[in-house]
């Protein structure tokens, strides 16, 4: 099956600094993968879409100076957390989508990967 | 915009009985697909089933089957056998077939199933 890797899988740094977080397609290409968040309990929200080669589109209401994305492989994606605040604490969840195939069911199959928790003190 | 509604937060089954998680979706479009998602403690997200909505046989995957009503925009996931390590969080998701909207996923807002021994 198709596994979806992130790195770092937990992460705590200082209110003010920046964070990354990498999403790999592990075996497959993914032309778009997708950064979600989810809060304790709650359901996962869609952040952006990340395309490869393109600029990330970013749902209402996230900031995209805050939130950078970059796409710049079938198999990485990143997001970068700027000058981060303890509000930006969450689970960060990616997702990637393989690219079309003759056969229609499993192109529409996003595969996760395992998140990354951020607390920022 | 579309949206997906699970209207029950927490649901408990006891092992090897059976239990019905509901979802109920709002849209316009005639082309999309539904999903369900479980997430165990672990947090990693696992696909349960897929639904096509333009296929009317409702999906199945082992002990996991769908009962997909398009008219009434239902789409409700029974689990068969319950077993312990089906506890987790469920959700239900929705992804427009074309459009802007092509491979975004809406999610409902989880469902809590409790296993009982």
């Known amino acids: 099956g198709a596994v979806v890797s992130q790195h770092p899988s937990r992460v705590i740094c200082k209110s003010g600094t920046s964070v990354k977080i990498e999403c790999r397609s592990l075996?497959?290409?993914?032309?778009?993968m997708f950064w979600y968040r989810q809060f304790p309990k709650k359901s996962l929200m869609l952040m952006a879409t990340s395309n490869e080669g393109s600029k990330a589109t970013y749902e209402q209401g996230v900031e995209k100076d805050k939130f950078l994305i970059n796409h710049a492989s079938l198999t990485l994606s990143t997001l970068t957390v700027t000058s981060a605040h303890p509000e930006d604490s969450s689970f960060y969840i990616c997702s990637a989508k393989p690219p079309g195939t003759s056969g229609r069911p499993h192109q529409e199959t996003q595969y996760f990967g395992p998140g990354t928790r951020l607390l920022v003190l | 915009a579309q949206t997906v509604t699970q209207s029950q937060p927490e649901m408990s089954v006891q092992e090897a009985e059976t239990v019905t998680l509901s979802c109920t979706y709002d849209t316009s479009e005639s082309d999309y697909y539904l999903f369900w998602y479980k997430q165990p403690p672990s947090r990693q997200m696992i696909l349960v089933i897929r639904q096509e909505a333009y296929k009317q046989q409702n999906a199945t995957e082992n002990r996991f089957s769908v009962n997909f009503q398009k008219a009434a925009k239902s789409f409700s996931l029974k689990i068969s056998d319950s077993q312990l390590g089906d506890a987790a969080m469920y959700f239900c998701?929705?992804?427009?077939?074309?459009?802007?909207?092509?491979?975004?996923?809406?999610f409902g807002q989880g469902t809590i199933l409790t296993v009982h021994p």
């Open positions: 075996d497959f290409q993914a032309t778009t």
């Open positions: 998701a929705y992804m427009s077939g074309g459009g802007t909207s092509y491979g975004k996923l809406t």
